[in-house]
């Protein structure tokens, strides 16, 4: 009987891993790639590790795009889009879940359309709106929609609803203004919220292509996935070069991961399963 | 005197309870404030525009002419729009119940009582962290015709190469195959929420009776994670109309079969940012909110009928 189970679980070992395997193996052969010489990627039959280790294709690649800045630019709208949008829509969730005002209902239901409108929908008056500011090839046309969220506003107010009411009742006996209440009293509260919406942002505002696509063509504004996708036509057939930029590009997102492997994954249950 | 005293009493009371209101609706507009005019700004309008936009010819210079209903003729007699149509339910079909089933297997596996869970669970999230663009770079290398590993893996077992990424006949079978490998993670832990939910004494009182651990999870497992497998399923056929990233990164507009493989997204992209044609595009991305707003129809139906709550 013991044996049985041992040998059972060691099946569920075995094939739990070949998923492993085929799962981390891209991402393995995208850095070993990246550290070898064109000429050896090409190699037929392939070499596995590089026989000549060289961080050429990472220095080059620089040389071409101005990668540095496009490190920072990513670095800096998603920072913006994240603070920007967790705390506009924070303090709008909560007057949505806790304060009673003519014309909410009305606005509500606004939003909760909103969520359900592909974004297609939107993209082009948004371009051409962009356009009319004057801001096509900015950074703040990179991040200037991304601060207003349906979604991260519907999610903030469930947060808020499942709180309990008699605590901000008892502050606004104590006199307490709203601004308090919410300062004080709520925003602790609303913290494992405010975490969720954050990776989920971050995640969005890192790894997003189309808009930054469209929107920006200057080297100098870029963010790093329309980079990448200059650097495949510039780059055609030097693969370590292709690989080292995807290396670049993921590598932030990974350590976040691994530092917040539980936030991530309860906020994907959070972001996931409504109500 | 004292009926007026009190009389002034309850006056004052009300005042204050009125001011009270006042401060509290002009607390909710400054709360809203910032929301209520980006989202009108970037969201509302736009829409309002977008509609407006599909019944008009918008060249180049993004200058708008009334048209009527052109766009919506050109959109039902268009064979582009029909083969990205195709090629969209095809990715629903293929992608959605493989990647169904081999997350409920995993998800299956990791609820079990085994060591590691955590790492596996973790090391499965991967792809579902990453971007998708730089994923997509890499595995348009791993399916290269000439140099890629895919057709060094095939040769292993004598089977011939082939450009994979170049041929209009395969190419979209690649790009589903990332799709499925990219999903699975978040499948898993939407699936394992769901498992982890089930409570312990139905498996308890299965095992009673003598019900062995297969018949126990097509019978408990299956049926009461189901809310679960719904939601996948209907964020996986929604989400193939979202599909654009892969697309454009492992075959990309200077492919002569580019065309061939677009889905709706991507022939979305196409009219309105490669070719052109933003007043068409407007009305291909009306005809998208119409499908995706009958699935969410479906959705909220076949949640009711379909699916079995605890």
Not at chain 1, 145 to 167: C, H, N, V
Not at chain 2, 112 to 128: D, E, H, N, V, W
Not at chain 2, 147 to 167: P, R, T
Request: hydrophobic share 55%; with cysteine.
């Amino acid at each position: 009987m013991k044996g049985n189970r041992a040998k059972k679980n060691l099946i569920v070992h075995i094939v739990l891993l070949l998923g492993v395997g085929i799962t981390v193996f891209p991402f393995l052969w995208m850095v070993l790639t990246s550290f070898k010489l064109p000429g050896e990627s090409m190699a037929i039959p392939p070499t596995f590790f590089p026989e000549h280790f060289t961080a050429e294709a990472y220095s080059k690649i620089f040389e071409t795009l101005p990668f540095a800045k496009i490190y920072m630019n990513t670095i800096y709208t998603t920072i913006i889009t994240v603070v920007g949008q967790v705390a506009i829509c924070t303090l709008a969730a909560y007057a949505f879940a806790r304060i009673n005002f003519p014309g909410k209902n009305f606005i509500f239901i606004i939003i909760l359309s909103i969520l359900m409108v592909p974004g297609q929908i939107f993209l082009i008056p948004q371009y051409l709106l962009i356009q009319k500011l004057g801001l096509i090839n900015t950074l703040t046309a990179l991040f200037l929609p991304g601060l207003f969220s349906a979604f991260g506003t519907f999610l903030m107010r469930q947060f808020f609803m499942s709180l309990p009411k008699e605590l901000e009742e008892a502050a606004l006996l104590d006199g307490c203004n709203r601004f308090q209440i919410f300062n004080k009293i709520m925003l602790p509260l609303v913290k494992p919220g405010i975490v969720a919406l954050s990776i989920f942002v971050a995640r969005f505002a890192w790894n997003d292509f189309m808009w930054p696509l469209i929107i920006n063509s200057d080297p100098d504004k870029l963010k790093l996935a329309p980079a990448l996708s200059l650097l495949r036509g510039q780059y055609a057939n030097n693969f370590p070069g292709q690989m080292a930029g995807a290396v670049i590009s993921v590598i932030p997102m990974v350590i976040l991961f691994f530092i917040f492997q539980r936030q991530f994954i309860e906020g994907v249950a959070h972001t996931g399963v409504k109500g | 005197m004292s009926g007026k005293n009190d009389s002034s009493k309850v006056y004052s009371y009300k005042e204050k309870n009125g001011k009270r209101q006042r401060n509290d609706w002009i607390a909710a507009y400054i709360f809203i404030a910032p929301l209520v005019i980006g989202l009108a700004a970037f969201y509302v309008w736009p829409f309002i525009q977008n509609v407006w936009f599909s019944f008009n010819d918008v060249n180049k210079f993004n200058v708008a002419t009334f048209n009527g209903l052109d766009n919506y003729k050109k959109l039902f007699s268009d064979p582009a729009l029909w083969g990205a149509l195709w090629n969209t339910v095809k990715y629903i079909i293929i992608v959605v119940p493989i990647s169904i089933f081999l997350s409920i297997v995993v998800a299956a596996l990791l609820n079990a009582s085994i060591k590691g869970k955590s790492i596996y669970r973790t090391l499965y999230f991967l792809p579902t962290v990453t971007m998708p663009v730089a994923v997509s770079l890499t595995w348009r290398w791993i399916f290269n015709g000439d140099y890629g590993l895919f057709n060094e893996f095939l040769g292993l077992f004598g089977m011939k190469g082939h450009a994979w990424l170049g041929d209009a006949n395969t190419a979209l079978y690649m790009i589903m195959i990332v799709a499925v490998w990219s999903g699975i993670g978040y499948n898993v832990i939407i699936l394992l929420a769901g498992m982890q939910g089930i409570s312990r004494s139905y498996y308890e009182a299965a095992a009673i009776d003598g019900a062995s651990s297969v018949r126990q999870f097509f019978k408990i497992t299956i049926p009461l994670v189901s809310p679960s497998i719904f939601f996948i399923l209907i964020t996986g056929m929604i989400g193939a109309f979202q599909v654009f990233d892969s697309i454009f990164m492992m075959v990309g507009p200077e492919n002569p079969i580019y065309p061939k493989v677009l889905t709706m997204n991507a022939l979305f992209y196409r009219n309105a940012f490669e070719t052109g044609y933003k007043g068409y595009a407007s009305a291909i991305s009306m005809f998208m909110f119409v499908i995706i707003m009958i699935i969410t129809v479906i959705q909220l139906i076949g949640q009711k009928k379909w699916v079995h709550y605890d």
